[in-house]
């Protein structure tokens, strides 16, 4: 075991643990964003940097600092290690730059894109983003095109997290697209103009922290926070067929899986779960699902859904019907 202290506070973590994730460990404000690191994807993260930490102290044998911020997500801990994120300026002034690097080529789709109000780059944007930029030159540009039946790839929103191409390859039989030529031609794409059409192809689209890959099957239909998300389950013979509907009155709009505090899903699921079973028949609704309502976008437009047992029904008065939501 191991001794760590980030932004002040002290925690023991096991051996080989990193430093974002014993800052989740912690949780709250000590956490570092992180757009291309995924608990579930081996050998992800690294990419895009906004992970970055302050090691004030690399060990307890060795005090030395490190000589410049480094990746928490890659960063594994020392015992005695002391690191700064939100207590460093330097780290703050770090990610600013960082934020504004993402954002060279990113065009300004949040009013018609579907990810607004899921997505980590708005918050990020938000939280460190400048007003100004200091790119004159013209963004580049890429074609929508159709990476499978139900999935279409906007490369022009993509950061090349890689959290896409880590999915095809551990979670399906066969890869066929991955990034493609380097610096700032790199690009998604699928090998020769195949199509992806894997049975757990649409996981793609769940993690995702931008809207570059995007279901077919809902584009455009309506607003993430207009949506009442439930969870529910299936016994499905491919996958665990737990996963959260988002209904926007009796029809079901989209599917997706569970994702934790974090933004990652719980359990990957199928593309039949995710794409063919859209009717309330059939599945079992377990109840409201519970979202991260941080986003910047999202917190001031979704109700929060009262399961029915905690919903008390007060007698009616003459033309007022109206409930009483009892505090848990």
Known sequence: MAKVTIDDITIEVPDGTTILQAAR?????????????????????????????????????????????????????MDGMVVR?????????????????????????CPICDQAGEC?????SYEHGKEGT??????????KIDIGEKIQLHMTRCILCYRCVKVADQLTDERV???MNRGEVSEISTYIEKAIENDFSGNMIDVCP??????????????????????????????????????????VLRVTGRKDVY?????????TCRFDKKLTKDWVIEGPAEIDRHSVIIQNHTEKLIPKE????LPNLPGVDFTKKIES
């Open 25 to 77: 460990m912690i949780g709250g404000h000590v956490v570092p964003p992180a757009m291309c690191y995924y608990t579930k994807l081996k050998t992800s993260g690294g990419y895009c940097r906004t992970c970055l930490v302050k090691v004030e102290q690399g060990s307890e044998k060795d005090p030395r600092p490190m000589p410049k911020p480094v990746a928490s997500c890659r960063t594994t801990v």
């Open 263 to 271: 933004g990652e899903v719980e359990d990957f699921i199928c593309n």
């Open 134 to 143: 200091r790119f004159e030159f013209e963004k580049r540009t890429f074609d």
């Open 177 to 179: 697209h991955g990034v």
């Open 310 to 313: 905690q919903v008390q029904i």
């Open 120 to 124: 980590h780059l708005q918050d990020l």
């Open 85 to 109: 994120n939100t207590t460093s300026p330097e780290i703050q002034e770090a990610r600013a730059g960082v934020v504004e690097f993402l954002l060279l080529n990113h065009p300004l789709d």
């Open 210 to 251: 931008v809207g570059a890959l995007t279901d077919k099957t809902f584009r455009f239909k309506s607003r993430v926070w207009y949506t009442k998300p439930m969870y529910a389950h299936r016994d499905c013979d491919k996958c665990s067929g737990k996963t959260t509907l988002w209904y926007q009155g009796e029809d």
